[in-house]
C-alpha cells in the first residue's frame, strides 16, 4: 500500500470502532476491488476486450 491511507470507509467515528483485523481484513478488499476495477475498466480505454455489457 502507498504511504496515504485511504480508509474504505467515509465514515471515520464507525471505522474507529473496528479491531484492528477488521480494519486490515476490509482495506484489504477494498484495494483488491479497486485494482480488479480498474483492471477491468483499462480495456474501454485502450480498445481491448473488456467484459460482455451483462456483467
Known sequence: MSGTTVLPCHDPDLWAELNPRQQIYLT???YAGQSAESRSKGG???WGHGPPASE
Open 28 to 30: 484489504e478488499i477494498y
Open 44 to 46: 474501454a480505454f485502450d
